[in-house]
């Protein structure tokens, strides 16, 4: 019975051979169950089903990832009489760490489905009730659809444009923050176009944070080389998790940093992906409430510091920031003289930001916070990595700055195995050469 099982299992089948296959062994076992003299050795003789060449008769050629993650991960297809019939990554050499395979996600290696799915549009439509005159909007949901013409589509879309710059004029067009500016030409040629700066994608850091905290307005810069993760004994991620959201291999480095000891922690309020691959210590938050939990963790750093001493990088914050305390210089273009310092301790608004105030708020232990505070002081190599997420809603306009100057006060710039930094898409976790 073990041989007929293992020759089941090292057979490859079509799905007749399988049902064949399948009844032959149920009366093999039926057989051997009522005891009927089989001889032993006569279940060893299995035919084994030829094995298919999925690849013969195609070409596997490279092929385009449309999904908006600047991955370029490699992404390959298999054309056999002009239909992609398989997908598969980057199998051009052996996988390692110093030369990782450039793998594509589930969600690229997802598109032979996109492309030719039975539910995809394959021409333009419009519902039959519907017409530049006449919207007839009572019957959106409801009415049947039409095949029209590519020319007919695109007359709709450019007559529109115009007949919308004759009634209301160039400002009625709006346009979010991502748009480039090659995507606006036709609008350029119009006249213009509002613009919004939204949150779209980047949050917050769309802010003066280039001002205030010395980084481009996209949150891009000082992220270290990949390699520098090996210097480095701590890892804080603010609202990250490339282990989802970031193409490439930054999984492959981080875990990389974890058999070298490194620790990890997650702020975020799920227990991530990346935090169960990199076994985190998980510091919940509720969400939105981030702000105030860096606030409550920066008066618990000074606390620290105080009485135990290592936490705050004084140094550090005397040489390249103004404005942190009273002894500080002062910050520029501001018309009173204020601080960081006096801000926590309640001394504008009355109200003393520390860990028990910031748990109130995000729902983060105490203990999490003082733990938090003192993981990240000055004694330690320490990656500090934030993405977008946690700065895109409501009241995180003072995130960006807020968590650079958590890096600052332990001091986590411009030496090894220590950034303050974004964590994001192609440059999760590595600031050197693209890994895509």
């Not at 089989?38 to 690849?55: F, K, M, R, Y």
């Not at 193409?247 to 702020?267: C, D, L, Q, W």
């Not at 006096?342 to 995000?362: E, F, P, Q, R, T």
Request: glycine letters at 10%; a negative charge.
């Amino acid at each position: 019975m073990a041989n007929l099982m293992n020759e089941l299992l090292s057979a490859k089948f079509n799905r007749r051979q399988f049902i064949k296959g399948s009844t032959a062994a149920t009366a093999a076992v039926a057989a051997l169950g009522l005891g009927i003299g089989a001889n032993e050795n006569a279940l060893a003789e299995t035919v084994h089903s030829p094995i298919v060449d999925h690849d013969e008769g195609g070409k596997w050629i490279s092929a385009a990832c449309w999904h908006n993650c600047g991955g370029q991960c490699m992404n390959k297809v298999l054309i056999k009489d002009g239909v992609v019939v398989r997908q598969k990554t980057d199998d051009t050499h052996p996988d390692s760490i110093d030369y990782p395979q450039q793998r594509g996600c589930v969600r690229g290696k997802a598109q032979q489905q996109q492309c030719f799915g039975p539910d995809r549009i394959k021409y333009p439509m419009k519902r039959k009730g519907w017409s530049p005159e006449n919207p007839n909007g009572q019957m959106r949901g409801k009415d049947e659809w039409e095949r029209i013409s590519w020319d007919e589509a695109i007359k709709y879309v450019a007559d529109q444009y115009v007949s919308i710059t004759e009634k209301y004029g160039s400002q009625a067009f709006v346009t979010g923050s991502w748009g480039s500016f090659s995507e606006n030409i036709p609008l350029m040629y119009l006249g213009g176009h509002t613009s919004v700066a939204d949150s779209t994608s980047y949050g917050t850091y769309l802010l003066n944070v280039h001002k205030t905290i010395g980084v481009s307005r996209n949150g891009f810069g000082a992220n270290n080389d990949r390699y520098d993760m090996l210097n480095a004994d701590t890892f804080v991620f603010l609202s990250c998790n490339p282990a989802w959201s970031a193409p490439g291999t930054p999984m492959t480095h981080y875990v990389r940093a974890k058999e070298n000891g490194a620790k990890f922690i997650s702020i975020d309020p799920m227990y991530t992906a990346s935090a169960q691959a990199l076994d985190a210590e998980w510091v919940p938050v509720r969400t939105g409430t981030d702000t105030a939990l860096l606030l409550g963790v920066a008066s618990e750093m000074l606390r620290l510091d105080a009485e135990e001493g290592n936490i705050i990088d004084w140094d550090f914050l005397k040489k390249y920031t103004v404005g942190f305390d009273a002894n500080s210089e002062k910050a520029p273009n501001l018309k009173e003289d204020v601080n960081f310092c006096d801000y926590l301790a309640g001394k504008y608004d009355g109200i003393v930001k520390d860990a028990a105030w910031a748990s109130n708020i995000s729902g983060t232990p105490v203990e999490s916070i003082t733990n938090l505070a003192r993981a990240i002081g000055k004694t330690h190599n320490v990656w500090m990595m934030h993405s977008f997420a946690a700065a895109r809603n409501d009241g995180a306009e003072n995130l960006p700055q807020i968590f650079m100057t958590i890096g600052a006060m332990g001091g986590h710039y411009g030496k090894p195995g220590n950034c303050t930094a974004l964590s994001y898409t192609t440059t999760s976790g590595n600031g050197g050469d693209r890994l895509g």
